[in-house]
């Protein structure tokens, strides 16, 4: 790093002008103070200056020259004192002064008239001649008074460099051996000529001076040095504001190590783990955030209490159906419920997470159907992972497709068991060898080849192999040994959320352990409320629920996110807290988790917010939906052209929805719902584009190709045509026509023209005119000759060749 010199002078407390000097003295080229130098020369200059420094201080000041100048002797044949002392050599230089000598009496108060001095002598008025008197015991001061005398009550001549050559002082007295009155003095003190500050004088007495604020004269005072803590506590979030105010050290200093470490932050933002330990390490001390009571960590620790074995109990197994799109999911889990649940999903797939409780006989199956379309990627992995069985549907004519491969990968990251489940076996070309063939290709090997994977043939057409595949989940969930306590509160997991008309927020909730019941305090993720009502997947209200099974629950103060965490408190104010905790936290979380601009990234983050973007207002009936859509649309921007989500909500498309969409020229996609009747005279008013699905791929296809008519076309050169220069006309007013023969090709008065000349491009340009003889022709033809205008260039030579070409346009995709 480099500091400049009018820095490295004030730190110093020099003038910048020596600090200059100095450096020029080691042989280093500045030019000012506003230049520049490296931190080992800085090092090395500073380590001078403070070596003159402490030099400076060990040595005795210097008095000036007129404080301790040799006293000067008497001149010889000089006039003595009246004193008897002799005069100084040079006192009064150029000898006697004319007019004769100057009588010694006392002055008259009369005009004052010119008479001689005596040679060498000095002015004697209002002073007796002969030897002076000692001082009184007590010192007597008039105003007015003069050490030399007085002259109308004014002193006639001030003395500024302490007694003169002979004079005695008192010393400790506080007396001065001259003048008409002694008078005290200060001891110790002394002037900057080297004399004595006078204290107490009054009338002509020299007042005591100030000491000066910048220090010590001639240079700046030096600066205090920083204390540093050796332990800091702040509170959570930290800031750069809070940390400065909390350690007491500057703003500077903290904002100094951030950009030693390329990291650029204000001084409001909140800062991750990772930089407030970067900032402590960078200026020395420990630092302790201080967070606030942490009730979710007690819930947690609460729910982690391992139950007493005898209050576990068996419960249902819950099954989630995992498989590629339309290899018949909801087919076989309608054959399983028998009913029609596929008829009601839009383009036949399954758009949301479904929960269904089955029982057949005493034994009781919770079954997720979870959509198979590429886009539900993250929906599947929600699934998989809150379940204890995966089905893995495959179609015995189609086999293993790329998102079965997904599928697979889900189960196998939450450890869960798979039962492969062969659909289509009444179509003719079911292969149910092929599919076991490529259940091993990717480490499922079936059991009736020794391997541990159950793999049934069902039909969702016949249901034939319906009840095999149920018994096979029950003899997994055996094995598996799952148990619950149900007299517990209740925990479990959002699967859907959505805002319904008329019953407010709805969430679909899957109980692992304990017993929810009407009226309980639900905490889900960041809404909270009572539980008002309880509902199956059949719509019938129940009053509780147990470990295992899907209920539907109503009352809660905001919607949800898919897989967020769902549990029973004991207090709505706890909840209350805990809920607003989260929000808080999410807020904070996602504000220190973005990317930092660093000296690195800069030009990049400056080259990202050129991109063309389409701003886009999401509204779904469901949050589930809203996650999935959002990730989709991020997924197809590129550098050049994105989708930026300004606003995502559950529910219907309303007024604020346009109002914002207009504001910030951005379209609204509403998925399963429907714009409000004023909306919708608001959007035509406002001229704002409101684009309706209810399949998501075709959202995302109409977006794609959205984003596709705003990237910049590929630009492909075509050469076309080749003639070479024969003549060269020079005309008046048109310039120099090259007279050519097209070799190849064929020349168009619109096309692009390149000069040749040795195999080399000399200029590029346009073709000014194409003549045939005297007629402007639209193009010309290999083997006929024609006079070509180049615009904008007259030096075509003969040899010349020049060649056609044409920029083509071609549309880019993502």
Not at 247 to 272: F, H
Not at 349 to 371: M, N, S, W
Not at 512 to 525: A, I, M, N, Y
Request: aromatic letters at 2%; glycine letters at 10%; a neutral charge.
């Amino acid at each position: 790093m480099r500091i400049r010199l009018y820095q490295l002078a004030k730190e110093l407390g020099v003038a910048s002008k020596d600090l200059v000097a100095a450096i020029k003295a080691r042989g280093i080229q500045v030019k000012s103070h506003m230049s520049s130098i490296q931190q080992p020369v800085a090092e090395a200059v500073r380590a001078e200056f403070i070596a003159r420094a402490k030099m400076a201080e060990k040595q005795p000041r210097t008095p000036p020259p007129s404080a301790n100048r040799p006293r000067p002797t008497a001149r010889p044949g000089a006039r003595p004192r009246p004193d008897g002392r002799p005069r100084p050599e040079g006192s009064r230089p150029g000898g006697p002064r004319p007019g004769g000598p100057r009588p010694s009496g006392p002055r008259s108060s009369g005009p004052r008239t010119s008479s001689p001095r005596p040679s060498g002598g000095r002015p004697s008025g209002g002073r007796p001649s002969g030897p002076r008197s000692a001082p009184p015991e007590e010192p007597v001061t008039k105003p007015g008074a003069s050490r030399r005398g007085t002259r109308g009550g004014t002193s006639r001549r001030r003395r500024t460099h302490g007694p003169r050559a002979g004079e005695a002082t008192s010393g400790r007295s506080g007396y001065s051996a001259r003048g008409t009155a002694g008078r005290p003095r200060t001891e110790g003190t002394r002037d900057k000529f080297g004399g004595s500050y006078d204290a107490g004088r009054e009338g002509g007495g020299r007042p005591r001076r100030r000491p000066r604020r910048g220090g010590r004269r001639g240079g700046a005072s030096a600066p205090r040095p920083v204390e540093i803590p050796s332990k800091v506590v702040t509170d959570y979030p930290v800031t750069v504001k809070s940390l400065s105010k909390d350690a007491g050290i500057k703003v500077n200093t903290i904002m100094r190590v951030l950009l030693t470490n390329n990291i650029m932050a204000t001084v409001n933002e909140a800062l991750s783990d990772e930089i407030v330990e970067m900032i402590a390490s960078g200026i020395g001390f420990e630092i302790e955030v201080r967070k606030e009571r942490d009730l979710e960590e007690e819930l947690k620790l609460a729910h982690a209490e391992a139950d007493a074995p005898e209050t576990l109990k068996p419960r249902a197994p819950v099954v989630a159906f995992l498989g590629h799109v339309d290899h018949g999911k909801t087919s076989l889990l309608d054959a399983i419920r028998k009913t029609k649940v596929v008829e009601g999903e839009s383009g036949g797939i399954t758009q949301h997470i479904g929960a269904y409780t089955v029982e057949q006989g005493d034994r009781k199956v919770c079954f997720l159907d979870t959509p198979g379309h590429e886009a539900f990627t993250a929906m599947r992995a929600r699934g998989a992972q809150t379940t204890d069985i995966v089905v893995l549907v495959v179609a015995a004519d189609d086999g293993i497709m790329p998102q079965t491969e997904e599928a697979i990968n889900h189960a196998k990251a939450a450890g869960v068991p798979i039962v492969v489940a062969m659909n289509k076996m009444d179509l003719p070309g079911a292969n149910p060898q092929r599919v076991m063939t490529q259940l091993s290709a990717h480490e499922l090997l079936p059991a009736t080849w020794g391997g541990e994977t159950e793999c049934v043939e069902v039909s969702a057409i016949t249901k034939d192999g319906i009840d095999d595949l149920i018994d096979t989940l029950a003899i997994q969930a055996e094995v598996l040994e799952l148990k619950a306590n149900p007299d517990k509160p209740a925990v479990g997991t959002v699967i859907e959320a959505e805002l319904t008309e008329g019953r407010g927020v709805v969430a679909t909730i899957l109980i692992r352990e304990g017993t929810l019941h009407q009226g309980d305090v639900v905490l889900c993720g960041s809404a909270f409320g009572r539980a008002r009502s309880l509902q199956d997947h059949r719509g019938d209200v129940l009053e509780e629920a147990g470990p295992s099974t899907p209920v539907e629950i109503s009352g809660l103060s905001g919607v949800p996110s898919a897989g967020d965490p769902f549990s029973v408190v004991e207090s709505l104010d706890q909840a209350r807290e805990i809920a607003e905790a989260r929000g808080r936290r999410d807020r904070e979380a996602s504000l220190a988790e973005r990317d930092h601009i660093t000296l690195e990234n800069l030009f990049a983050t400056l080259d990202q917010k050129k991109a063309s973007e389409i701003n886009v207002i999401l509204k779904a009936d469901v949050q589930g939906s809203i996650e999935v859509i959002r990730n989709s649309l991020e997924d197809i921007g590129t550098d050049e052209v994105r989708v930026r989500i300004l606003h995502a909500a559950v529910g219907g498309i309303n007024e604020s929805d346009i109002l914002l969409a207009d504001a910030s020229d951005a379209i609204i996609i509403g998925f399963h719902v429907v714009a409000e009747p004023n909306a919708r005279l608001l959007a035509e008013a406002k001229k704002v584009d409101v684009r309706l699905y209810n399949v998501i791929y075709n959202l995302t296809d109409e977006v794609r190709a959205a984003l596709e008519d705003r990237l910049e076309p590929e630009r492909r050169e075509n050469v076309v045509a080749h003639a070479v220069v024969r003549a060269v006309f020079r005309v008046s007013r048109s310039g120099s026509i090259a007279g050519c023969y097209v070799t190849d090709g064929k020349v168009g008065r619109n096309h692009l023209a390149r000069l040749i000349r040795d195999s080399i491009v000399i200029y590029e340009g346009k073709i000014g005119s194409l003549r045939r003889f005297k007629d402007d022709v639209r193009e010309v033809q290999a083997g006929m000759e024609c006079g070509i205008r180049i615009e904008g260039y007259d030096d075509v030579k003969e040899g010349d060749t020049i060649e056609a070409y044409e920029i083509q346009e071609i549309k880019r995709t993502l």
